[in-house]
């Protein structure tokens, strides 16, 4: 794995949750078993200009828990390769020590303002509707209670995985981050950086303020059984390879919905650093793809799979700036 740097993640990180939509109606469509055993995972996308080749393998969670992914063709094309580009991911600069200092005001980061509990901040019918779904997933576990709705859906969705046969881990990334540092293959971020002047005050103002995240939850709660089955069929989709059914999946509209909660808040908007993050990331990673290409012979990129496919994806982007972009059969 890389060496860790003194940079923090941010709270943000929150936000990864998986992108769910196109639900599957559970009364017609029976369960999909997770695949399990070696799985080859699928075939990587070639983006090229004359000569220069960059070669982009997408990501996915979650996966299924009990596959072992076959990563024979990564290494093969990773070892060829000058450098490998890491997946986007907006991090705070806050320094070694200030971050120590900071790390304390993180505790209760997860709970409501005023130590109010899920019953007071959310509708009833919701309420009840949450309380149905925890006892199926979660179980008698009363600390999510003290939850804000955004965390509390959070948890509901990870217990979710776990019993349907899904981990949300990041295995496969560790993996290539292992294989690229096997083959003495350097790695480099294709995100940015974001400078955090007063990580404390930030933490503190978030953990104080009310965040409009009711719309996040109950999309959350009204979709969840239907959204895990998705998810499953999606899993197989990535484990197998199969391009066409990757295609066909819509990858959207919950991760927005969760997003735009905390993006929308008070505290974000007077927060410059955590603006339009998405769209900074995206501008970021095309930048380090185009200095990829023009500086390396070969490279080896890794981005989510949404980024990958559909007409707003990175790659289409990329291609409407003249480059090639092939897709995996």
């Known amino acids: 794995m890389r060496k860790r740097t003194n ?47 960059m070669w982009v393998f997408g990501t996915y969670a979650p996966l299924p828990l009990k596959m072992e992914w076959d990563a024979s063709r990564v290494e093969r094309l990773v070892a060829k390769s000058d450098e ?9 600069h806050i320094g070694f020590f200030r971050g120590l200092t900071a790390l304390p005001s993180l505790i209760g980061i997860k ?38 709705p955004v965390f509390a859906g959070e948890e509901l969705l990870l217990a979710g995985l776990k019993q349907s046969g899904l981990s949300y881990g990041g295995e496969v990334l560790g993996k290539i981050e292992d294989i690229a540092k096997k083959n003495k293959v ?26 409009d995240d009711l719309v996040c939850f109950t999309k959350t709660l009204d979709t969840l059984d239907t959204d895990l089955e998705t998810m499953r069929v999606r899993a197989n989709a990535w484990a197998n390879g199969d391009i066409a059914e990757i295609r066909g999946l819509n990858f959207a509209e919950r991760r927005d919905a969760c997003l735009d909660a905390v993006m929308n808040s008070s505290i ?25 290409l023009a500086s390396n012979a070969t490279t080896f990129a890794v981005l989510e799979i949404q980024d990958i496919v ?8 990329l291609q409407a700036r003249g480059y090639v972009v092939e897709s995996p059969r």
């Open 111 to 148: 709970r409501n303002p005023d130590d109010a509990v899920l019953h007071d901040v959310v509708p009833a019918d919701v309420y009840a509707h949450w309380t149905v779904l925890k006892a199926k997933y979660i179980g008698d576990d009363d600390g999510v209670e003290h939850y804000r």
């Open 84 to 92: 490998v580009l890491m997946p986007p991911v907006a991090k705070a």
């Open 186 to 211: 350097k790695t480099s971020d294709s995100g940015y950086d974001v400078m955090v002047d007063d990580p404390r005050k930030l933490v503190r103002d978030f953990k104080n303020s009310q965040v």
């Open 268 to 292: 974000a908007k007077d927060a410059a650093a955590l603006r339009q993050v998405r769209q900074r990331l995206r501008t970021s990673w095309l930048k380090a793809a185009e200095n990829a």
């Open 310 to 317: 559909g007409p707003t994806s990175y790659l289409a982007s």
């Open 7 to 53: 940079r923090y993640v941010l709270w943000l990180g929150l936000l990864a949750l998986p992108a769910l939509a196109q639900s599957v109606d559970p009364t017609i469509v029976p369960a999909t078993v997770v695949v399990e055993g070696r799985r080859p995972g699928p075939g990587v996308w070639k983006v090229s200009k004359g000569t220069h080749v």
